[in-house]
């Protein structure tokens, strides 16, 4: 099954960038839900193509009442590129 991760602010940071987004790759996430990330490792998931989704301001898992149970669509461009 493909995977979503639900985060919190400043996703990415103080992690190992380079292994970072290839690690969350590897494990089959295909987005990264979070308040907010650290710069460079938003850019790297985009590039391992992981889409990088920003919850609006003010909001984020917690505010939303999401537990990680929940299930996703995420409908892309077809022509989009990391």
């Not at 295909?30 to 889409?51: D, P, Q």
């Not at 669509?73 to 077809?78: A, D, H």
Request: glycine share 14%; aromatic share 6%; net charge positive.
């Amino acid at each position: 099954a493909e995977m979503v991760i639900i985060a919190g602010a400043d996703y990415g940071t103080g992690s190992s960038r380079d292994w970072a987004a290839k690690g969350t790759k590897l494990l089959g996430v295909k987005a990264v839900m979070a308040k907010s990330f650290e710069r460079i490792h938003r850019s790297n998931l985009a590039g391992m193509g992981v889409v990088p989704l920003s919850f609006r301001t003010g909001q984020g898992a917690a505010e939303l009442g999401l537990t990680g149970h929940e299930r996703f669509t995420i409908n892309l461009p077809v022509d989009l590129i990391p």
